[in-house]
Antibody
Framework: QVQLVESGGGLVKPGGSLRLSCAAS????????MSWIRQAPGKGLEWVSY????????NYADSVKGRFTISRDNAKNSLYLQMNSLRAEDTAVYYC???????????WGQGTLVTVSS | QSALTQPASVSGSPGQSITISCTGT?????????VSWYQQHPGKAPKLMIY???DRPSGVSNRFSGSKSGNTASLTISGLQAEDEADYYC??????????FGTGTRVTVL
């Protein structure tokens, strides 16, 4: 069955960096777009970024553009999110998700909490 | 990119039907047949309920249906059940090739 397991979350100071990872299994990873989606405590969902299946085309929400970088390693069935210049408003649970490429995210990980605080 | 507009809350009695709206613009909801709906129970990851406006993933009850008219998409839950009580979010593809989520709707089963 499809499994997505995030890691790398934690507490970081404003201005700091963090790298999230997502290990995928149960499907042909290289066939799918992948997305990162976040949810601030008590708030709604916010799409962060996606990466295409083979060409590696990427796109970002305006709120993270220039600070976050999404990448993937199809040989390792892994997705990453490099987060730099972190701000308090980046505090959220970050979900790794399988993406059909048409804004249809059909499998989600359990999420990893990122807290940005001094 | 502004969030799509959803009502904050919708409620209904067991067995009734309810509809949740999701209003965007011609640059997102109105411009593409790429609207999805998600259900999220407290403390859980979201679950895809509807994609491409009206398609249901395998395993999702046919009590859930989606539609779109102009810049507004809708999710209808028929035969409301206690387990349907959750938060619901719409999302859409946009003209910038990004995605945007709705503000979210809390569904309460009375």
């Amino acid at each position: 069955q499809v499994q997505l397991v995030e890691s790398g979350g934690g507490l970081v100071k404003p201005g700091g960096s963090l790298r999230l990872s997502c290990a995928a299994s149960g499907f042909t990873f290289s066939d799918y777009y992948m997305s990162w989606i976040r949810q601030a405590p008590g708030k709604g969902l916010e799409w962060v970024s996606y990466i295409s299946s083979r060409t590696g085309y990427t796109n970002y929400a305006d709120s993270v553009k220039g600070r976050f970088t999404i990448s993937r390693d199809n040989a390792k069935n892994s997705l990453y999110l490099q987060m730099n210049s972190l701000r308090a408003e980046d505090t959220a649970v970050y979900y790794c998700a399988r993406d059909r490429g048409t804004c249809a995210v059909d499998y989600w990980g359990q999420g990893t909490l990122v807290t940005v605080s001094s | 990119q502004s969030a799509l507009t959803q009502p904050a809350s919708v409620s209904g009695s067991p067995g009734q039907s309810i509809t949740i709206s999701c209003t965007g613009t011609s640059s997102d909801v109105g411009g593409y047949n790429y609207v999805s709906w998600y259900q999220q129970h407290p403390g859980k990851a979201p679950k895809l309920m509807i994609y491409d406006v009206s398609d249901r993933p395998s395993g999702v009850s046919n009590r859930f249906s989606g539609s779109k008219s102009g810049n507004t998409a809708s999710l209808t839950i028929s035969g409301l059940q206690a387990e349907d009580e959750a938060d619901y979010y719409c999302s859409s593809y946009t003209s910038s090739s990004t995605y945007v989520f709705g503000t979210g709707t809390r569904v309460t089963v009375l």
